[in-house]
């Protein structure tokens, strides 16, 4: 890959959720463009923390959040996406009353104005996960487990992102639905997405990344290419080490 | 009961559910999709019929042109009332939102008391007050246009969440209020948008109310309860069951007007909120589960 500045950038972010909690101490993540970026921890190491921070649903007490290098630390999480940055929540995040359409159209909100473009961008979602076509009218929370992810992630694609923040994109999904869900995933980066994954399935998140963070107790415990976790075994110790 | 008087019954009950499902449908949404308990509902609702006795008995205005002066004021009220009074408590327990929408009841029913007294109030109606036959049934032409009100509120609030983008935006807040976030949509504003539709439904209410019935400033609190019921037994935030919920009530209350002394009326609305209670189970908190 050509040596480009990151797409997203986490700058040494202080935050917590209460006035005397500290859940990230100086984290710093970068994200390169096209690149897959996992950022990987043991349970309460700030991961998904440092993910809400960067959709925007938490401010960071200190420190900054770039987009391509356009300081979004203070914008609203509902103006992000317009800006490019797209986000796949942890858990159910499909609109359970409204129908697979009607996922697929709020998807389309930013575009609302333009119906021929909502039209198209649907029309694309349901051409690429045809599966979804048969269901169009039927409730979201009627579906699937693996059915909901995949109108989450075919949702998250409507919106058209070009910076992805997927959270735990196999929880609560069986194995096979699981690969399905990482298949999108490596599908998303070949398009040339740029994507940062957080993830408590370490294996499957090290096959996927270009890019490896390690967070623990809220800091920066580590980082580099993927090539340099290949030892599964030994980051696990690490982080029992860690504790 | 003779095939006539049935009749007649029948159409008093639809009427009267009509009215009642426009009492109940801006509570139902707020509570549906914002989660908040708009206490003053009722104490708005009053106010907007006190306005509307105010246009008609002093101003000579007829009722429906009242009608377009006081819903889109009343809408605009309603959005301040959110963006000043609700939003900055958002995040706060939702007992802080209920006291102070509490607070604003008693503000608003101290002021109504204070400019209208708390002397019963009539429309004079006029024309507009004459009676319309059709077959065995006589229904007025001012209860008629109120049924036909609360009719058209229902469906203007049922079409607008169904069919429209804003609409849809709207249920799925209902659905979660941060995935509706990262879909790029304003939740702050269409929470000002929606609690502004509530209170335009109330003053909508008010003016039906106004054209049917006598009421002062201090009976809101029986339209309050009124409208929990209907809600309670329908499905909160959602159009068709809270009509379907409207039209049993007032049409029960119809026929048991018929049928029953006047006392044992209200014993056999509440026998079926009671029913409604224990065959659903959970009370408000499991209406507020259900969808829009």
Do not use: C
Request: glycine fraction near 10%.
């Amino acid at each position: 890959m050509p040596d480009e500045g990151p797409a997203l950038r986490m700058e040494d972010v202080v935050a917590g959720y209460y006035s005397n909690d500290l859940v990230l101490d100086g984290v710093s993540i970068d994200a390169k463009p096209e690149r897959v970026t996992a950022v990987l921890g043991p349970n309460g190491s700030g991961k998904s923390t440092a993910l809400r921070i960067l959709a925007g649903f938490l401010r960071p007490r200190s420190g900054r959040v770039l987009l391509r290098d356009r300081d979004i630390t203070e914008t609203p999480a509902h103006r992000r996406l317009s800006l490019g940055l797209g986000f796949l929540p942890q858990g159910r995040s499909a609109f359970p009353s409204l129908t697979v359409e009607e996922n697929l159209l709020v998807g389309a909100w930013h575009v609302r104005s333009d119906r021929r473009r909502v039209r198209a961008l649907l029309d694309a979602a349901f051409d690429r996960y045809q599966t979804l076509w048969p269901l169009r009218g039927r409730r979201a929370g009627t579906l699937s487990g693996g059915q909901q992810r995949l109108l989450e992630i075919a949702r998250l694609l409507v919106t058209e992102p070009q910076v992805l923040l997927i959270d735990e994109p196999s929880a609560g999904l069986s194995p096979a639905l699981a690969d399905v869900a990482y298949g999108e995933i490596e599908r998303l980066r070949s398009e040339g997405r740029t994507i940062l994954l957080v993830d408590q399935n370490v294996r499957a998140a090290i096959d996927l990344a270009d890019d490896v963070y390690v967070l623990a107790y809220g800091r920066n415990e580590s980082s580099g290419p993927r090539e340099e976790y290949a030892d599964l075994d030994r980051l696990v110790r690490e982080w029992l080490r860690a504790r | 009961m003779t095939i006539d008087s049935t009749l007649q019954a029948l159409a008093n009950g639809t009427v009267l559910g009509l009215l009642y499902t426009a009492v109940a449908l801006g509570l139902s949404l707020t509570l549906g999709v914002l989660g908040v308990v708009n206490m003053a509902h009722s104490a708005l609702l009053i106010a907007s019929s006190l306005l509307t006795w105010q246009f008609v008995n002093v101003a000579g205005v007829h009722p429906l042109l009242a009608l377009l002066v006081i819903v889109p004021v009343f809408f605009v009220v309603g959005a301040l009332i959110e963006h000043v009074l609700l939003r900055p408590v958002r995040r706060q327990p939702e007992s802080t939102g209920l006291l102070l929408l509490f607070g604003l009841l008693i503000m608003v029913e101290s002021l109504a008391l204070a400019v209208f007294t708390t002397d019963p109030r009539t429309l004079r109606l006029g024309e507009f007050g004459q009676p319309v036959t059709l077959g065995p049934v006589t229904v007025t032409l001012n209860r008629l246009s109120a049924a036909a009100l609360g009719a058209i509120g229902t469906v203007a609030l049922y079409l607008f969440l169904q069919r429209t983008m804003v609409g849809r935006a709207t249920r799925a807040m209902a659905d979660s209020r941060d995935a509706a976030a990262v879909m790029g949509i304003d939740t702050g504003r269409l929470s000002t948008l929606v609690f502004g539709i509530g209170v335009a439904l109330a003053a909508l209410a008010g003016v039906a109310l106004a054209m049917s019935f006598t009421f002062s400033p201090q009976e809101h609190v029986r339209w309050l309860a009124w409208a929990f019921l209907i809600v309670v037994i329908g499905g909160l935030g959602s159009v068709p069951a809270t009509l379907v919920a409207g039209l049993l009530v007032g049409i029960v209350e119809s026929f048991a007007g018929f049928l029953l002394p006047f006392q044992y009326i209200h014993l056999v609305i509440y026998a079926i909120l009671a029913i409604a209670l224990v065959a659903r189970g959970g009370g408000l908190m499991a209406a507020a589960s259900r969808r829009l």
